[in-house]
């Protein structure tokens, strides 16, 4: 078969109708959440954190000490439970669990001042101890005030959306 004999294409001239549709292009926004929900998480993260050591510590106290310190679980477990689902009740809970066993750090430690029966170790780690549970104390605290300023349709839409930054406040 030669050049010649070769079948070529011809050029064919048709239109053939097409139904475009429209769209309008619209930016997808991705806002930033409101400040308060972003000041939410970070403490639901931290209340988290601090809930879940009441947890462990009581597991090991319970083990090592005495089994009534599984008691003193339920308090962390009350704490990750509103830190998870944003419950003020459960957080007011935790925070009078954690206000009450601060009481309680205290009075044990001015009696044992006041009996003079350890050595200054013991005052060291009882006050340190204190200050760390008034600072954990006053970040529950905040925590349910902020879950106090939002509405239950805020709170539902919290649950569900996940957060954009993460980042855990510790004053």
């Not at 239109?15 to 926004?29: E, F, I, K």
Request: hydrophobic share 40%.
């Amino acid at each position: 078969m030669s050049n010649e004999e070769l079948p070529t294409a011809q050029r064919v001239e048709t239109t053939v109708p097409v139904q475009a549709t429209v769209v309008s292009a619209t930016p997808l926004s991705h806002s930033s959440p409101p400040e308060n929900y972003l000041t939410i998480w970070s403490l639901s993260r931290t209340v988290k954190v601090f809930s879940f050591l009441d947890i462990f510590f009581a597991f090991l106290n319970a083990l090592y000490y005495n089994s009534y310190y599984f008691i003193s679980a339920i308090g962390g477990f009350i704490g990750y439970y509103s830190a998870k689902k944003y419950n003020r009740q459960a957080a007011m809970c935790y925070f009078t669990w954690n206000f009450i066993h601060l009481i309680f750090n205290i009075t044990i430690f001015v009696y044992v001042c006041y009996t003079q029966q350890y050595d200054g170790w013991y005052y060291f780690v009882s006050v340190v101890n204190i200050l760390c549970l008034f600072w954990i104390t006053k970040i529950i605290k905040h925590y349910s005030d902020e879950l106090r300023n939002i509405s239950e349709d805020e709170r539902l839409e919290l649950s569900n959306r996940k957060p954009y930054i993460r980042h855990v406040v510790y004053w």
